[in-house]
């Protein structure tokens, strides 16, 4: 075990799901040499902290983290853990793969992956109330601002991806009619990148709410999406939606000197502790970061057994329509890739 990584299991059904995961990865021989650390409510009850300084001291050492899902705790002016740690570190791309595993929903063979502006638009949260006499008259005001250099990183990042994973086409989601400086400039900027790729990735263009009912009539011209923060957070759960929702979509935030790799559901306390959970998203999620380390085989492995499993064999919890619980699933699996 060569690679440096931290292990944040969360909360609620986190555990359970990173302890699923972690015996997986072992009978692959994954190569990640886990520092557990705690966050979320975990770590306040624990160290006092939703964001302990030793896990952001560990994340820094590492670069690496495997992140289960953390409950945000109720009350206070408590940030978002996940921005927090999405600004620490300037992981400035989301990304969010979507793939058809189970047969026979709404939509077969989906094969999408998004990318998300992970830092700026308007979710940089510059926002005021101008208040008023009457209320009538209260405003509220909110100011985004997207910067040329990290149109052109978050751009940049997709159209390398889709080089080195054979993705055909990119497709830049804006909406610069209305939107003329903000996404514009994402547009003006992404255009530029494109060009450097002429000839080996084709690029589209779309503009995000038609993008939004096109994902819905026909997804299948999608292949790989890159698009702006609020439209990125928006479609991506769409996307997600397409192949089955939260239980299955994994996500990456993705900086250039940390990577943070979690499944996108959240802690599900109405489940946790009844051997309910699926672990597939955030075993999804690991195996991004085998790609991410440049370990392409064993993610293949990991595929390959999760296609066994839920398509052939058809051995599913309960969200996706089976009967198993999280440990059966786990030794389906871990039979699977072995
Ligand atoms: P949730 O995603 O935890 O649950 C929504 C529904 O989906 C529930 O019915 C749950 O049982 C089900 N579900 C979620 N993951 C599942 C899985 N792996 N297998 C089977 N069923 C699953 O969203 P909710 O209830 O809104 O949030 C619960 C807590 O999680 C909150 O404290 C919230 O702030 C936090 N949260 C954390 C996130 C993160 O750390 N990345 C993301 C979203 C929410
Ligand atoms: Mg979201």
């Known amino acids: 075990k060569t690679i440096p990584a931290t292990l944040i299991a969360g909360d609620g059904i986190g555990p359970e799901i990173m302890a699923s995961v972690t015996e997986i990865l072992d009978v692959i021989g994954a190569p990640f040499d886990w520092d557990p650390q705690r966050a979320g409510m975990d770590g306040v009850e624990h160290a006092g902290n939703p964001l302990p300084a030793e896990t952001l001291t560990s994340i820094r050492r590492t670069g690496l983290a495997l992140k289960g899902p953390l409950t945000t705790p109720v009350g206070g002016g408590f940030k978002s853990i996940n921005v927090t740690l999405r600004q620490e570190f300037g992981l400035y791309a989301n990304v969010r793969p979507t793939r058809t595993i189970v047969p026979g929903g709404r939509f077969d063979d989906i094969d999408i992956v998004l990318f998300r502006e992970n830092l700026e638009g308007y979710y940089a949260a510059l926002e005021h109330y101008v208040p008023a006499d009457g209320d009538p008259q ?28 054979g993705r055909k086409k990119v497709t830049l989601v804006h909406k610069a ?17 494109a060009k450097e790729y002429e000839g080996r990735i084709e690029v589209n263009e779309r503009i995000v709410d038609a993008c939004a009912m096109q994902l819905v009539t026909n997804p299948w011209q999608y292949d790989v999406i890159v698009t702006t923060n609020l439209f990125g957070d928006i479609l991506s759960d769409l996307t997600a939606g397409l192949v089955g929702g939260l239980g299955m979509a994994p996500g990456a935030n993705i ?20 051997d309910l959970a699926n672990p597939l998203a955030l075993l999804l999620a690991a195996g991004m970061m085998l790609q991410h380390i440049g370990r392409q085989d064993l993610d293949t492995r990991l595929q390959a057994g999760i296609d066994k499993v839920i398509k052939t064999d058809k051995v599913r919890t309960r969200d996706l329509g089976g009967t198993v619980g999280t440990r059966e699933l786990t030794a389906a699996l871990k039979q699977a890739v072995a």
């Open 177 to 193: 009619n209305i939107l003329k400086l903000l996404t514009g400039l994402f547009l003006e900027e992404g255009r530029k990148v």
């Open 255 to 274: 900086g250039s000197d940390a990577a943070i790799f979690e499944a996108v559901h959240g802690s599900a306390p109405d489940i946790a502790g009844q």
């Open 138 to 165: 209260g405003m509220a005001i909110s100011s985004g601002y997207t910067t040329r250099k990290e149109c052109q990183r978050i751009v940049r990042y997709a159209f390398e991806y889709a080089l080195k994973n």
